[in-house]
């Protein structure tokens, strides 16, 4: 069956940056690719971004472009999301998903919780 | 970017019940929808896709349908595991944009 097993929760200061990353099974992983989406306390959801596992391409959300950067390593299936210069309002759990094509995700990663705070 | 409404934000409702979500986009995305369900302290769970597709495994008492710019999800008669937050997202045009959720709870 798909999983998605994400890594565990962080806390940051302001400033810092965080990397989670998406450990994929259950399926070819180069024939989809992985969307990252957050949800702040208490808030809906907000897209984040998608990168294509068979060739790296990568679409990021405009207020994110120039802090974020998602990459994969196909040898072990894993996605990872960076977010650098981290502000307490990137305070939020962060979910990777399988998506195809970058627009409709599917299955889910239980979460990440990614604090920041001085 | 295409904005997301949903209406009622939030419902109260009883086991039993037919219970309809209303989900409209600022411009026409064709049948590029989809629906989640997200309980408390858990990942979102697909529902639908193409406005009345449903996913894998999804019980037949959701429904969707709708094109253009308004939508619906129906749930047939509540159960106890359907109450939970259930987001809308548009998926016709980058960036892809949820509604802000509807809360159905007991009653």
């Known amino acids: 069956q798909v999983q998605l097993v994400q890594s565990g929760a962080e806390v940051k200061k302001p400033g810092a940056s965080v990397k989670v990353s998406c450990k994929a099974s259950?399926?070819?992983?180069?024939?989809?690719?992985i969307s990252w989406v957050r949800q702040a306390p208490g808030q809906g959801l907000e897209w984040m971004g998608w990168?294509?596992?068979?060739?790296?391409?990568?679409n990021y959300a405009q207020k994110l472009q120039g802090r974020v950067t998602m990459t994969t390593d196909t040898s072990t299936s894993t996605a990872y999301m960076e977010l650098r210069s981290l502000r307490s309002d990137d305070t939020a759990v962060y979910y990777c998903?399988?998506?195809?094509?970058?627009?409709?995700?599917?299955?889910w990663g239980q979460g990440t919780l990614v604090t920041v705070s001085s | 970017d295409i904005q997301m409404t949903q209406s009622p934000s939030s419902l109260s409702a009883s086991v039993g019940d037919r219970v309809t979500i209303t989900c409209r986009a600022s411009?026409?995305?064709?049948?590029?929808l989809a629906w989640f369900q997200q309980k408390p302290g858990k990942a979102p769970k697909s529902l639908i896709y193409?406005?009345?597709s449903l996913q894998s495994g999804v019980p037949s008492k959701f429904s969707g349908s709708g094109s253009g710019t308004d939508f619906t999800l129906t749930i047939s008669s509540l159960q106890p595991e359907d109450f939970a937050t259930y987001y809308c997202?548009?998926?016709?045009?980058?960036?892809?944009?949820f509604g802000p959720g509807t809360k159905v709870d007991i009653k």
């Open positions: 997202q548009q998926y016709n045009s980058y960036p892809p944009t």
């Open positions: 259950g399926y070819t992983f180069t024939s989809y690719g």
């Open positions: 998903a399988r998506d195809y094509s970058g627009s409709n995700p599917t299955y």
């Open positions: 411009q026409g995305i064709s049948n590029y």
């Open positions: 193409a406005a009345s």
């Open positions: 990168i294509s596992a068979y060739n790296g391409n990568t």
